[in-house]
């Protein structure tokens, strides 16, 4: 098999083509080629087209090269979810000394001098950015 | 990171064709995927994304969207250049991010009934003290799958048939073509596909974003400053001040604004009526 043979055929069965139409050519139905992925109003896809399950919750980044294409990032998103994240955080909070002609004893109100840690984790947030979920289909061969 | 079917697909291929003696170096252009005739019914100037390994015949590269999310251009009219946002994302990135922290507490004064100065350092003084650090960076963990992003130069076929009603398409234009309407619902809003159940055309997030916009957040942060007591072997009163009383004293300023990273290309969004 040569090397542009083995890549067609395989490319073939990876956008699911069949039959005897070429990659790239409008499927019957309408004039969409196949392998296209386009948003639609509604909750179904139309005739000739199929979920674009790969895509379900998630955002689409564009690529250039097919080598790239496919690749997935986090977990999808369950319907209108605003995922939120955290940072944690180290800190310490320095209290300086302040010297006293006394010796130590039983009188505690004063605040003793040294660094106090004050870490932690932040409060949980959203990204702030503004979404809309869309059906998303793919033009099947 | 995962791949999906044409990664591996191609990945595969490659290696076939490497044991049948050819070369087996990368091919990312796989330019022996060249499509064939017809064309299709798309306008010129559309911008599609495509679950394949190459762009159609008449379709090209959208090299301005790689490497970003498109958000459907808010209002009428064209865009500049200067219509991206941020730094584009290698395949598989996760943007991370920080932000600035400033907290800051104020320590009342106590006083002893005997003078400051030399030599007990135990106690401190009083006053405010603060810290001012970056949190640890994190992932907006919002999630994407990479589609391959193509513009159509050549003109629509036509005897190829009608595109669907409801379709929306991305345009490199001022303006949307003939039997295209703007998507006024997506305008400023990152598009998510739906989830299996989800409702369909739910916004959800913020506020759409004005054009060029980097949307930033923040969030809450509390804690408490609890000193440790210095005993000191004097009543308290007149007239030694100026020191640190000893308790819990909490702070709560939110952190600085960050952006969460995530670039992106406005681009105008149409509807076939």
């Known amino acids: ?141 | 990171m995962t791949r999906s079917a044409p990664a591996l697909a191609l990945a595969l291929a490659l290696a076939v064709a490497g044991c049948a003696g050819s070369s087996s170096a990368p091919d990312a252009a796989a330019p022996d995927l060249a499509p064939l005739p017809p064309g299709d019914s798309l306008p010129t100037n559309a911008i599609a994304f495509f679950h394949a390994l190459a762009c159609p015949q008449g379709w090209s590269a959208y090299g301005r969207a790689a490497g970003r999310f498109v958000v459907p251009t808010p209002g009428t009219g064209g865009i500049a250049d200067g219509g991206v946002v941020g730094a584009p994302l290698a395949a598989g990135d996760d943007p991370a991010h920080a932000h600035a922290i400033d907290e800051s507490v104020t320590l009342p004064s106590t006083s002893f009934a005997g003078v400051t100065g030399c030599c007990n350092n135990g106690p401190a003084a009083a006053g405010t003290v603060g810290f001012s650090v970056t949190s640890a960076t994190a992932s907006t963990n919002l999630p994407y799958v990479t589609l391959l992003v193509c513009k159509k130069s050549a003109p629509p076929e036509s005897s190829a048939l009608p595109l669907p009603p409801g379709m929306m398409l991305f345009f490199d234009a001022d303006a949307c073509p003939d039997g295209f309407s703007q998507t006024a619902a997506t305008e400023g809003r990152h598009l998510v596909a739906l989830p299996d159940g989800g409702t369909p055309g739910a916004t959800f997030g913020g506020p759409p974003l004005a054009r060029g916009e980097d949307r930033g957040h923040s969030h809450a942060v509390s804690g408490a400053l609890t000193t440790t007591a210095s005993g000191v072997a004097l009543a308290s009163g007149c007239c030694g001040g100026g020191y640190a009383q000893s308790g819990s004293y909490p702070f709560a300023a939110p952190t600085a604004n960050a952006s969460s990273g995530l670039p992106y290309v406005h681009l105008l969004q149409c509807t076939k009526n």
């Open chain 1, 1 to 141: 098999m040569t090397r542009a043979a083995a890549i067609a055929a395989v490319a073939a069965l990876a956008i699911g083509s069949v039959g005897t139409r070429a990659f790239g050519d409008p499927p019957g139905g309408d004039g969409a080629p196949a392998g296209m992925v386009a948003f639609f109003n509604g909750a179904t896809c139309p005739g000739g087209w199929t979920r674009a399950t790969y895509a379900e919750g998630r955002l689409i980044l564009g690529v250039t090269s097919g080598v790239f294409v496919g690749v997935t990032v986090g977990a999808p998103l369950a319907s209108a979810e605003d995922r939120a994240h955290a940072h944690t955080f180290a800190a310490a909070m320095q209290l300086a000394v302040k010297s006293i002609s006394a010796a130590g004893g039983g009188n505690n109100s004063a605040a003793a001098a040294m660094a106090y840690p004050a870490g932690g984790t932040t409060g949980a947030a959203p990204s702030g950015l503004p979404f809309i979920q869309l059906r998303a289909c793919e033009r099947t061969p």
